[in-house]
């Protein structure tokens, strides 16, 4: 894009407070194998443009598949007569920054992909002859969004996710059980290393032995001890939705106007963190162009923050904290988690255990949901 600048100045000619432009292009790969076939192989590419403008208080988007630069100002004159006044602006163009890759997934062959997946469903069957099906589906994708802002911001930004899900179904004496496993993250395809893929399929292996031979869950109340990989669910949906700004502060949040009151114990602190090295949720830029940070949300139990992005911080005359995330160039940015998580405590986790005279422990969450209003929550235990 030679001229984004222009773009954005030709949406402020109404009344806009504020304006940008995002530019996407996104190509992946989608393998899925089921039953020693291979039930899907894709290989495809998705490209549009979205345009936004943001008067008190209320967002118009406009969206559309073109890129081109043309067509693209024509559309910003349309936008700009929507309901808008002048505003001036000028870019400084921000470093585009990267986690380090070595083996970029768009890069490899269709093929060798496909013998990541294959390996995979193969291994898992010779080590465990009660796995009656499995399912790998592999999926790589590469992002390039270009955004341009009135605040001044030109951005250039690549963005690259590996992902690989694994199921198994086993049965014995009838009793049919399920385990899932998933790796990946803002990664390269070197990180598919052979050592590391068979202690993925060994750990899902191993969950399915343990629950063919688990005992019924007790029934009533207990008291529940969550591993350290587990939590990441109930954070998730018990506290991380209800404190997103789009919810928190109008009016569909139990968090609403807590900041500043203690709403766990003194031992919790929670963060979002998006600079975190390679993991799923980490980017260097959010979708509209805000640096990403590490945001407080709890501290030591008292509420400190909520997440924002651009619309409800200028609403709210709060600072944004890079949560502004995009579905795609057709959907409008939306205040989302990035890495959510408790920070590590004090107490030695077997202290934790011991403590507990007759509960719960819970090493993998499956799926859960909230009611971000009364916060209200349910979850699935996969293993316990």
Known sequence: MKDGAKIVRTLLKGKALYGDVFIERKRYTNIQRESSRFEKVEHAEDRGSSLRIITPWKQFVVSTNSTDEDELLSLATYASKLDFGKKESFFVKLPNYRFQIEEYPDKVALNKKMEVVEWIENTAKKMERRIKQVRVIFRDT??????????????????????????????????????????????????????????????????????????????GPRTVVLGARAGGTMIH?????????????????????????????????????????????????????????????????????????????????????GNGRRESFRHKPIPRMSNTFILPGTKNPDEIISSVDKGLYVLKMGGGQVDTVTGDFVFEVQEG
């Open 142 to 219: 590469r992002q390039d969004v270009h955004i341009f802002t009135s605040s001044g911001e030109a951005i250039y930004d690549e963005r690259y996710q590996l992902l690989i899900n694994l199921l198994l179904v086993g049965e014995e004496d009838g009793e049919i059980q399920t385990s899932y496993e998933s790796i990946g993250g803002f990664l390269g395809f070197e990180y598919l290393r052979e050592d590391r893929l068979l202690d993925f399929v060994e750990k899902t292996v191993r969950r399915l032995n343990g629950l063919l031979k688990a005992k019924e869950a007790p029934m």
């Open 237 to 321: 949906e018990a506290i991380g939705h209800g404190l997103e700004a789009d919810l928190a502060l109008e009016g569909l949040s139990c968090y609403k106007g807590l900041i500043g009151e203690k709403i766990a114990s003194e031992l919790i602190t929670i963060v979002d963190d998006k600079t975190l090295s390679h993991m799923r949720g980490s980017y260097a830029y959010d979708d509209e162009g805000t640096p990403s940070e590490r945001t407080i949300l709890v501290e030591n139990g008292i509420l400190k923050n909520y997440l924002f992005d651009r619309f409800y911080a200028m609403k709210y005359e709060k600072r944004s904290t």
